[in-house]
C-alpha cells in the first residue's frame, strides 16, 4: 500500500521560510517522480513543483521560481520543499505527490498523494 505523509507545515511570516517534507513508502521503482500541489481556498489547483529521481530534471510553477527548491533523498524515499521568500499568496494546502513522471510545467494530478500539510504566510 503506497503511503506518503507530509510534514513541515506551519505559520510564517511573509517573507520567511519553511522546508516542507514528505515520505513515501510502499511503491515499486517505476513511480520515480515526486512532487509538490497546493490548493487554496477559492483558487484552483496549483502544481508547485516536481523532480524525477530517474534523470535529475525539476520543473517548478512560475510563481514559485526562485523561491522554492525541491529535493529528494532517493535511499530515504523523501522529497523535500524549501520555501524562501514566502508570500500570502504561498497560502495553501500543500500535497506531496508520486507518480511515474514529472512534467513541465509540474502537474496537479498525481497517481497517489498524501493527506496534506497547511502552509499560511501572515503577519
Known amino acids: 500500500q503506497v503511503q506518503l505523509v507530509e510534514s513541515g507545515g506551519g505559520l510564517v511570516q511573509p517573507g520567511g521560510s519553511l522546508r516542507l517534507s514528505c515520505a513515501a513508502s510502499?511503491?515499486?521503482?517505476?513511480?520515480?517522480?515526486m512532487g509538490w500541489f497546493r490548493q487554496a481556498p477559492g483558487k484552483e489547483r496549483e502544481g508547485v513543483s516536481c523532480?524525477?529521481?530517474?534523470?535529475?530534471?525539476?520543473h517548478y510553477a512560475d510563481s514559485v521560481k526562485g523561491r522554492f527548491t525541491i529535493s529528494r533523498d532517493i535511499d530515504q524515499n523523501t522529497v523535500f520543499l524549501q520555501m524562501n521568500g514566502l508570500k500570502p499568496e504561498d497560502t495553501a494546502v500543500y500535497y506531496c505527490?508520486?507518480?511515474?513522471?514529472?512534467?513541465?510545467?509540474?502537474?496537479?494530478?498525481?497517481?497517489?498523494w498524501g493527506q496534506g500539510t497547511q502552509v499560511t504566510v501572515s503577519s
Open positions: 523532480i524525477s529521481s530517474s534523470d535529475g530534471n525539476t
Open positions: 510502499g511503491f515499486t521503482l517505476d513511480y520515480s517522480a
Open positions: 505527490g508520486l507518480d511515474i513522471y514529472c512534467s513541465g510545467p509540474p502537474q496537479t494530478e498525481y497517481r497517489y
